[in-house]
């Protein structure tokens, strides 16, 4: 997927083509660890039971609405806006995050509704997605070209094109070592 510069996608609109919003992004270089910390009587600091889960992050987006619409067009945006789905950013097209919006965003109206600011923060799922990669399969090892950063569930659909039954399938998971 291709996007153009400085802009989003959301479900099936881009925010720069179609809504004439352009955007800078802010994220975070990994989502917020969640802690398995607790305080224990008498002794100093805390005991730590190893943090292995992430919670949520937050994408935020300053924008900047570059056309003049009405006040009923900039409501049917927010109204595409409001509910959860893939958001995709500019600069990492081949990665998604799942996420929605929960706070309302404060919109700056400039003379005569030329140009709009307002910044939405988007609650995503800890990590990006990848695309699903769907590939034939053959005799013998068949390589899936993973390239995500953290673990994720592995969902394996075979479809037998041919008109005579499957035999002797196996499938072996091998999981990456970090």
């Given at each position: ?14 925010s720069l083509a179609d809504w004439g919003i352009r955007v800078v992004k ?153």
């Amino acid at each position: 997927m291709s996007l153009p510069y400085d802009s989003f996608s959301f479900g099936t609109y881009n925010s720069l083509a179609d809504w004439g919003i352009r955007v800078v992004k802010y994220d975070t270089l990994t989502p917020p660890k969640r802690s398995r910390k607790t305080q224990i009587p008498e002794r100093s600091g805390m005991y730590d039971f190893g943090a292995q889960c992430w919670d949520e992050r937050t994408v935020r987006i300053d924008c900047v609405l570059e056309r003049k619409i009405s006040r009923a067009q900039l409501r049917e945006i927010a109204g595409t806006l409001s509910r959860k789905g893939r958001l995709w950013l500019w600069d990492e097209p081949d990665k998604y995050y799942i996420g929605e919006l929960y706070d309302p965003a404060e919109i700056m109206d400039y003379c005569d509704e030329s140009m709009r600011e307002f910044t939405l923060s988007f609650i995503c799922e800890p990590f990006a997605f990848g695309r699903t990669v769907t590939q034939p399969i053959a005799s013998g090892e068949n390589r899936v070209d993973y390239r995500g950063t953290a673990e994720t569930p592995c969902v394996i659909v075979l479809k037998n094109p041919s008109g005579s039954a499957a035999q002797t399938v196996t499938i072996t998971a091998i999981k990456r070592s970090v």
